[in-house]
């Protein structure tokens, strides 16, 4: 029984809560929860998409700094693959993920955003990652992610100030995807995730771990490994329903519930 990260699941929709107050401060056993419950959440086949929630005021405002603070050198090289485990885990789930952030998501925070697929704010939201204030870098996958997001450039000049963005600041260098009322933010990201319940589970995994892994090489391997993908689904029942409901009924009418 996890004591700081939960499981809902509803409709089709698996949400991942994470429930340590008052701020969901990131501590060592937050973080192992969170790989365990998205494990959990990749594996079930009840669960065909994700909603990474914090509740109606915050969605994670770092990491525990208190936990780290005296940590020595040696200490802490035992424990830096920890970091990005959690976080690493979400980002793994081979289902569409989607934050739902309100209020903070700073730090450790926003990483775990990072890990998914997709960000959906509230206008009063605040991102970061400000790490560099505490006289460290970012060491849960954000000098990663956030490169590959929005660019090195950008990244670098987020990473390095260390300062807070607002909702829309944030949307318009792509660190977040969408801004809504803050109350809408669940329902949002609750009905974004929910458009894949009855889609093709293996079509959509097999396209997630195309764009993923092709990102961590060249061009020239990332097409191979989308061709080699792109056929080893043939002969799938996601492929022969689709394609069958195609000829049949037209396009978009194919139902894959319970695949």
Same mark, same amino acid.
């Given at each position: 029984?996890?004591?700081?990260? *939960? ?21 060592? !056993? ?20 994700? $909603? ?23 200490? %802490?090289?035992?424990? @830096?693959?920890?970091?990005? =485990? +959690?976080?690493?885990? $979400? ?18 925070? =926003? ?9 959906? @704010?509230?206008?009063?939201? &605040?991102?970061? !990652? ?7 870098? /970012?060491?849960?996958? +954000? ?8 660019? /090195?450039?950008?990244? &670098?000049?987020?990473? #390095? ?13 792509? %660190? ?5 009322? /803050? ?7 609750? @009905?974004? @995730?929910?458009? #894949? $319940? ?14 993923? *892994? ?14 080699? %993908? =792109?056929?080893?689904? =043939?002969?799938?029942?996601? !492929?022969?329903?689709?394609? *069958? ?9 194919? !139902?894959?519930?319970?695949?």
């Amino acid at each position: 029984m996890t004591e700081f990260v *939960r499981l809902e699941v509803e409709g089709g929709v698996g949400t991942i809560r994470l429930d340590r107050p008052p701020m969901n401060a990131v501590n060592r !056993q937050l973080n192992l929860e969170l790989a365990e419950i998205s494990a959990e959440a990749a594996g079930r086949t009840d669960v065909r998409a994700v $909603v990474v929630y914090g509740g109606e005021k915050v969605l994670a405002a770092g990491a525990d700094v208190k936990e780290m603070a005296d940590l020595t050198y040696s200490e %802490m090289a035992e424990r @830096a693959h920890e970091l990005s =485990f +959690g976080f690493g885990a $979400v980002s793994t789930i081979p289902k569409p993920v989607v934050a739902a952030i309100t209020g903070y998501a700073l730090g450790g925070g =926003f990483e775990l955003a990072l890990s998914c697929d997709r960000r959906i @704010a509230g206008d009063n939201a &605040k991102v970061g !990652q400000p790490e560099i204030l505490l006289g460290i870098i /970012p060491g849960g996958g +954000g000098t990663q992610r956030l490169a590959r997001l929005i660019g /090195p450039s950008k990244a &670098k000049d987020v990473i #390095f100030t260390g300062r807070m963005y607002k909702a829309e600041e944030a949307l318009a260098l792509g %660190m977040v995807d969408e801004v809504v009322a /803050p109350d809408d933010v669940y329902t949002r990201a609750h @009905a974004w @995730a929910s458009q #894949f $319940v009855n889609g093709p589970t293996r079509a959509i995994a097999a396209a997630k771990a195309a764009i993923d *892994r092709g990102l961590d090489t060249d061009l020239r391997t990332g097409l191979n490994l989308e061709s080699e %993908m =792109f056929a080893a689904l =043939f002969g799938t029942e996601d !492929q022969t329903i689709g394609m *069958r409901s195609f000829a049949e009924n037209g396009p978009g009418k194919a !139902q894959f519930l319970g695949r």
